[in-house]
Nanobody, 122 residues
Framework: VQLQASGGGLVQAGGSLRLSCAAS????????VGWFRQPPGLEREFVAA????????YYPDSVKGRFTISRDNAMNTVYLQMKDLRPEDTAVYYC????????????????WGQGTQVTVSS
């Protein structure tokens, strides 16, 4: 599975961005996809996940109500809509995937894409 994240950029606090994660998998509809972020100098954080059919969604409290994950299986793409962005959301954002058999809510993802930088200015 190859993953390509895009959509990052510079935005002012309170603004919005939509990240995209395009996957090469022929079996995209059988993989769960997660979004992670890594702020400079800090550990990676799990910020959203969606199950293979979109029926299950996970967010940690830090982003709940501001981030929305969705997927379009026809386009082999998962999206992360982010609103009300804060300076502390600044990070490199990564998408990752794993087989649908394992729990999408755990952070043990197998396949990783390159990151996309999100910078939120105050």
């Amino acid at each position: 599975v190859q993953l390509q994240a895009s959509g990052g950029g510079l935005v002012q606090a309170g603004g919005s961005l939509r990240l995209s994660c395009a996957a090469s998998a022929r079996t995209f509809s059988s993989i769960s996809v997660g979004w992670f972020r890594q702020p400079p100098g800090l550990e990676r954080e799990f910020v959203a996940a969606i199950s293979w059919n979109g029926g299950g969604i996970y967010y940690p409290d830090s982003v709940k109500g501001r981030f929305t994950i969705s997927r379009d299986n026809a386009m082999n793409t998962v999206y992360l809509q982010m609103k009300d962005l804060r300076p502390e959301d600044t990070a490199v954002y990564y998408c990752a995937a794993k087989d649908y058999i394992t729990d999408y809510r755990t952070n043990d993802y197998t396949y990783w894409g390159q990151g996309t930088q999100v910078t939120v200015s105050s």
